[in-house]
């Protein structure tokens, strides 16, 4: 990364951060919470449709990559909501909040990933 870019990042891992805070505040947790696993999974899906589109490499893809999604998502988070079911006798949940966390963000990734492919080569053949 050229330190030239770093700044752009920065304001894209800014508004990302801004983005998760107000989805929180929005949909404040329960037993789960449901803010973290969407924005857990929002954040795969532009992720797999940024590297599908190979646009992961550009300056646009760093700032809404490793900027944006970078705060975004928040693996720490869904480790201490998975910590804390288990701390609080309930390791069930907490397995099951897991598996449905990694499995809908692989899931969200790639299908978005596939989407952007076919997104891609319907470009390319144009109107029929």
Known sequence: MHLRAAPAIALGGMAGAAA???????WPGGSVS??????????????????????????????????????????SAFGLIVAEHFRSGRPGAGVLYAAVSLGAAIAAAVAAGLLRRRFRRSLHRGPT
Request: aromatic content about 16%; some cysteine.
């Open 34 to 75: 449901w803010a973290t696993l969407m924005v857990n999974v929002a954040g795969s899906a532009v992720l797999g449709w940024l590297v599908a589109a190979e646009a992961d490499r550009s300056a646009f893809g760093r700032i809404a990559g490793a900027g944006f999604c970078g705060s975004f998502t928040t693996f």
């Open 20 to 26: 998760r805070w107000w989805l929180h505040d929005l």
